[in-house]
């Protein structure tokens, strides 16, 4: 009897933890959609929440922005997203940070000339009470 009450324990324990892991894993796809959302239709407050003050944002030409930069780059128009799409999405969350990686896939319009862009993409978001923010962000070119 006291295995069957252990190992009922030890299920529930870890289903509990399962349950915690999908739940965080679901906030942090709903973050990431969101940032993409408003990197194509950039509204500054809401660039401003997503966003670490602490961000450090990477581009594949090795240029680095601080949160402000990020920010005012995309308000401004000077980086214009027409279409964003991700694909091959990976989420892995360790405690209050999380992981993200996907390929971009993008039109853009900068400095009103039309162009592409594809990119591998690693995402780190942190846990600040309740809200996902965008600690870091660091981007490659895809060769092929």
Same mark, same amino acid.
């Given at each position: ?29 709903? &973050? &990431? ?21 602490? /961000? ?9 922005? !601080?949160?402000?930069?990020?920010? *005012? ?20 969350? #360790?405690?209050?940070?999380?992981? #993200?990686?996907?390929?971009? !896939?993008?039109?853009? %319009? ?6 592409? #862009?594809? /990119? !591998?993409?690693? /995402?780190?978001? &942190?846990?600040?009470?309740? %809200?996902? *923010? ?5 981007? &490659?070119?895809?060769? %092929?």
């Amino acid at each position: 009897m006291k295995k069957i009450t252990l190992l009922t324990i030890l299920f529930c324990l870890f289903a509990t933890v399962i349950m915690a892991q999908d739940k965080s894993v679901r906030q942090v796809e709903t &973050v &990431v959609e969101k940032l993409r959302l408003t990197m194509i239709d950039p509204d500054e407050s809401v660039l401003n929440k997503l966003a670490s003050d602490k /961000l450090t944002y990477g581009h594949s030409s090795g240029k680095v922005e !601080d949160k402000n930069a990020f920010v *005012q780059t995309l308000v401004t128009g000077k980086s214009d997203f027409v279409s964003i799409s991700f694909t091959n999405q990976t989420i892995q969350v #360790v405690g209050s940070t999380a992981i #993200v990686r996907h390929r971009l !896939d993008a039109a853009t %319009n900068d400095g009103g000339k039309p162009g592409t #862009v594809k /990119l !591998d993409i690693v /995402l780190v978001w &942190v846990k600040v009470k309740h %809200n996902w *923010q965008l600690l870091a962000r660091q981007a &490659v070119k895809v060769l %092929n």
